[in-house]
């Protein structure tokens, strides 16, 4: 099991905020009542941390880390399908697997309320720190933590939903958050503003004791993303240089076992969310594993099933490429690395894999008297995801030194899958600007194989209708690229809030 007094530290802190701010979903914390108003002799250094831990907690909620961040990040892609029994989920397999949208739909309404709960906890925290204006360094990083959180909540729905409504400010009543969608460049000028402010003030680590939490890497990983997507290609590179120059973070040489408990918080961990589960804690875990688990019976009865690889994502890797049996839990077959024999497909349950990144120990499961993975991390952003990154932005800016430094960087990471075996991934050297991309976009799939990037990748290409179709998922159409707002949300504001023009 993973290093519990480490993380035991930092999340038991959490679990003291649980009990001061609740577990309530948004509509609970909107309708609270406001909170006093401090003065700045009452605040020493430092103390914002618990109400930024609150806003930590909060990166754990459904909506934002379990099922539907797994249904709208990756169902939706080639790599992966609804999953389960043939009878499990039926709406949710047309919705996201076939693009059947609808207005009104579970998944897509808590991917909203727990991004938006987020959002505000995050302004909270910023409010209620600029309203004393402390300005010792400990108070800053709070309020870099809470910046950088809102920033990725937002890059999330922007990139989900398109135009989004702008709620940067402390809300202390739910109508103060009644308000129309911002354009969508209006919500990346935000995004760029707290990501600017969380890269300068975040430290570049922190001590073991707050394992996990939020770095100026992270930040600047977190804003060469939301670049690329915007084909910013300078500030991409620039943000990714950043990372790589740090000299903090390195690719672990075992690529199978970064996704195994005793891979967590690695060399190569930028961004990861925590959790932290056992027989006597079991209110600070996280059910992204759980979502995805071998769905069987008895001793196989690990979670769900859903979010399973499909055979499009098989075929894309190399003959030999290690990364395949990392990524892929074959059923009906004996398993490394914990020599598990996985039940087989069968015609209810027709999957012949699952998704291995987030297969648990059966020791761990045995410790913890649960099946379910609750005590998993859920890696967000790696190195390996950087240096891809960044090779892609060099390649589209062109230039001998960038088509070095992009092959370079591309190398990094087909040498670590490859180790010692000259025989497979042979080393991409051409200089031809198209070969290239075509290569860097071909390794971002495999690499990133069901790490929830592969369907924003296809959007931002440009190539999603072509690639989806090609893959099966023929009734994929351009406008399927941002989701409906809900129905719900609409309904309330009461006429305030107006559907995507495409729905």
């Not at 109400?51 to 880390?65: D, E, H, I, L, T």
């Not at 949710?92 to 207005?103: H, I, M, S």
């Not at 991409?428 to 071909?442: D, F, H, M, P």
């Amino acid at each position: 099991m993973k290093s519990e007094l480490i993380k035991k530290t930092f999340k038991i802190s959490l679990l003291a905020v649980f009990s001061l701010l609740g577990i309530a979903g948004c509509s609970d914390f909107l309708d609270r009542e406001p909170l006093g108003r401090y003065v700045e002799k009452d605040i020493p250094a430092g103390s914002f941390d618990s109400q930024v831990f609150g806003v930590y907690a909060k990166m754990r909620s459904f909506g934002v880390s379990s099922m539907p961040y797994l249904a709208i990040h990756n169902f939706r892609s080639d790599d992966a399908d609804k999953g389960s029994s043939t009878t499990d989920g039926v709406a949710q397999e047309a919705f996201y697997d076939n693009f059947q949208y609808t207005q009104d739909e579970w998944l897509l309404n808590s991917y909203w309320s727990d991004h938006y709960a987020l959002i505000i906890a995050a302004n909270a925290v910023i409010a209620d720190i600029d309203s004393v204006g402390a300005t010792d360094a400990g108070t800053l990083v709070n309020k870099a933590e809470a910046k950088f959180m809102r920033a990725y909540a937002y890059f999330n729905l922007a990139r989900t939903y398109g135009d989004v409504p702008k709620i940067d400010f402390k809300v202390r009543e739910s109508s103060q958050a009644n308000i129309p969608k911002s354009p969508v460049n209006e919500i990346f000028a935000l995004i760029d503003s707290d990501l600017t402010e969380a890269s300068a003030l975040l430290p570049v680590s922190w001590d073991s004791k707050y394992i996990g939490r939020l770095t100026s890497g992270a930040a600047f990983a977190l804003h060469a993303k939301t670049h690329l997507w915007r084909k910013n290609w300078p500030a991409a590179l620039a943000a990714a240089k950043q990372v790589i120059s740090s000299g903090k973070y390195s690719l672990v040489s075992d690529y199978a076992g970064i996704f195994r408990e005793t891979g967590e918080n690695n060399s190569e961990s930028v961004f990861e969310l925590q959790a932290f589960y056992s027989i006597t804690q079991t209110t600070l875990g996280i059910e992204n594993a759980m979502h995805q688990g071998v769905r069987g019976s008895g001793a196989w009865d690990l979670g769900w099933g859903w979010n399973t690889p499909n055979k499009s994502l098989a075929d894309a890797f190399e003959k030999g490429d290690p990364r395949k049996d990392a990524t892929l839990l074959y059923s009906g077959q004996v398993n490394t690395p914990y020599n598990e024999s996985v039940p087989p497909a069968t015609t209810s349950i027709p999957r012949a894999y699952w998704n291995k990144k987030a297969y648990t120990n059966p020791a761990t499961r045995d410790a913890t008297a649960s099946r379910f993975g609750q005590w998993m991390n859920v890696r967000i952003i790696r190195y390996a995801d950087v240096l891809l990154m960044a090779a892609e932005a060099a390649n589209e800016i062109g230039g001998e030194q960038n088509i070095t430094d992009a092959l370079a960087w591309l190398e990094m990471v087909r040498g670590r899958a490859r180790g010692t075996n000259a025989a497979i991934l042979s080393k991409i050297v051409t200089r031809n600007q198209a070969q290239l991309r075509e290569a860097i976009r071909k390794e971002r799939r495999v690499e990133l194989g069901m790490e929830n990037e592969r369907f924003y990748d296809l959007v931002r290409w440009g190539i999603a209708e072509d690639v989806l179709h090609a893959a099966g998922k023929n009734l994929y159409q351009n406008r399927n690229r941002y989701l409906p707002i809900p129905r719900p949300e609409i309904d309330k504001s009461g006429g305030v809030l107006v559907q995507n023009p495409e729905y």
